[in-house]
């Protein structure tokens, strides 16, 4: 039957061209949106996960409730005992330090004398470990303009355009002023050791970036930290494994009468990265209801004119003897044989689509000029396994519902008005 079927589909395209090119083209549009989707979201919460959230953070209760305006006299005392627990306590993940702070850069003439300033948003980072993963995971060596990584204590990166700004350039020497855990003034001299490019507006217009022992150091923040960050060995994000990870942490140590007790805190919790989650969950649904939903009404009007044309068909096949549920069925049956060839095109071009977007993608970095937010200056598409099945849904689903609903003119067909029919 199938083989019969299949048959007619190829040799009469009259019938089954103008429904293929309709699932063709709602199914992969469905693809290609859906793997932008998951591609652009996915990028923003890794940049955020990369650069500021971890997968799971630790901070005392009293920093995290003012982490925006980075309190570091509330940081996090006696880090490397915390971080020995919790390496010892959750060895499924990576644990790092880094210490956030702020302050003004001040650029000195050849008589040492102010040249010019700027403001700065500062990051210390354990460059100097090489069992941290820091280079690798903010993929600094290979975001560097000019110049090298800090290989001792006193050398400094910033961001390129920030060195613009300035005019400064490589073994330039700059001194940086803000304050220390205690809030008193403090000042240190670094020399440039490379300039760097996230692409990033938020942190490549004012990035400063250190050794967390030169930051310890300046700041008064001996064996302190103001975040712990954990990263799941696997490098992807699951929120069911770092719920179950920040749900025993606090349950063990965070206590609420101590505002400097530790408290753990998941990705979804920062950065009101909860709402964006949902929302790329809720489009991509969406979207595949819309496209089901679209394609169905139209398939359905397809299949109504289809089966207007092939009334006198559907008359001799009742003619001859044959059931009105088997005329139905074998129309059900050709519906299915139509969707998964239109799927199966539909889905190859989504996925070449997606693909393109992976590799070129779209610049938005025009837009994040004056931007504070935490987003990659190019989105671009991501190919997942589950787009080579996704296409199927709407496409299948669709073409057999519109062929259901168009079908049922079959049943109100009366016997005795086919010989009239068949006499004409």
Known sequence: MIKFLLKGILRDKSRSMLPIIIITLGVGLTVFLSGYLKGAFGDIVDQNARFDTGHVKVMTQAYAENKDQIPNDLALLDASEWIDTLRTEIPQMQWIQRIKFGGLIDVPDENGNTRAQGPTTGMALELFSENSGENK?????????????????????????????????????????????????????????????FGTSAMDKSAFIIDISDAQLMLDMDNASGEILGYLKSGVYDQEAADNIATTFNGKYKNSTDEFSPEMLTLREQNNLASLLDYASVMSALFIFIFVLAMSIVLWNTGLLGGLRRYQEF??????????????????????????????????????????????????????????????????????????????????????????????????????????????
């Open 315 to 424: 008359g001799i096949r009742l003619a001859l003897g044959e059931a009105k549920a088997q005329i139905y069925w074998s129309m059900v049956l050709e519906a299915v044989l139509i969707g998964v060839i239109g799927s199966i095109l539909g889905t190859v071009i989504g996925l070449g689509l997606t693909y393109y977007m992976q590799v070129v993608g779209i610049d938005i970095s025009s837009y994040l000029e004056n931007s504070s937010m935490l987003m990659p200056s190019v989105l671009k598409a991501k190919v997942t396994p589950n787009l080579f099945y996704i296409g199927f849904i709407p496409g299948v689903f669709a073409m057999v519902f519109g062929t259901m609903l168009a079908g049922i003119g079959i049943y109100k067909r009366e016997t005795a008005n086919l010989f009239k029919e068949l006499e004409v």
């Open 137 to 197: 995971r903010m993929n600094i060596e290979a975001s560097l303009v000019k110049g090298t990584i800090p290989k001792k204590s006193g050398e400094a990166i910033i961001g390129d355009d920030f060195a613009e700004k300035l005019n400064l350039k490589l073994g330039d020497e700059i001194t940086f002023f803000g304050s220390t855990m205690n809030g008193s003034m403090t000042f240190k001299t670094f020399k440039i050791s490379g300039t760097i490019r």
